[in-house]
Nanobody
Framework: QVQLVESGGGLVQAGASLRLSCAVS????????MGWFRQAPGKEREFVAA????????YYADFVKGRFTCSRDNARSTAYLQMNSLKPEDTAIYFC?????????????????WGQGTPVTVSS
């Protein structure tokens, strides 16, 4: 069974940085795309970023462009979300997701496995 475990969330002040990690284990999937989503209290889940299997293609939501960077280390089966210049409105539970395909996608319905989420709180 494929498992995704996020880490790196926490409480920071506005303007600070955090790097989220998503470790993939189990299963027999050899190549996959990864995505990051978030859900703020009282709001629906929204797309944040996605990266293809090779890392050659990345997509970002408009509200994180220029601040967040998605990367991956396939040798370590780990994806990363570097978050800089954090704002209070970035406060949410952040989830990573795995898609059994090579290309990155923005829709949550395109992903097959999800992590449990890691909380990010940005104070003003």
């Amino acid at each position: 069974q494929v498992q995704l475990v996020e880490s790196g969330g926490g409480l920071v002040q506005a303007g600070a940085s955090l790097r989220l990690s998503c470790a993939v284990s189990g299963g027999t999937i050899s190549r996959y795309a990864m995505g990051w989503f978030r859900q703020a209290p009282g709001k629906e889940r929204e797309f944040v970023a996605a990266i293809s299997w090779t890392g050659g293609s990345t997509y970002y939501a408009d509200f994180v462009k220029g601040r967040f960077t998605c990367s991956r280390d396939n040798a370590r089966s780990t994806a990363y979300l570097q978050m800089n210049s954090l704002k209070p409105e970035d406060t949410a539970i952040y989830f990573c997701a795995l898609r059994t395909g090579l290309g990155a996608k923005k829709a949550g319905s395109d992903y097959d496995y999800w992590g449990q989420g890691t909380p990010v709180t940005v104070s003003s």
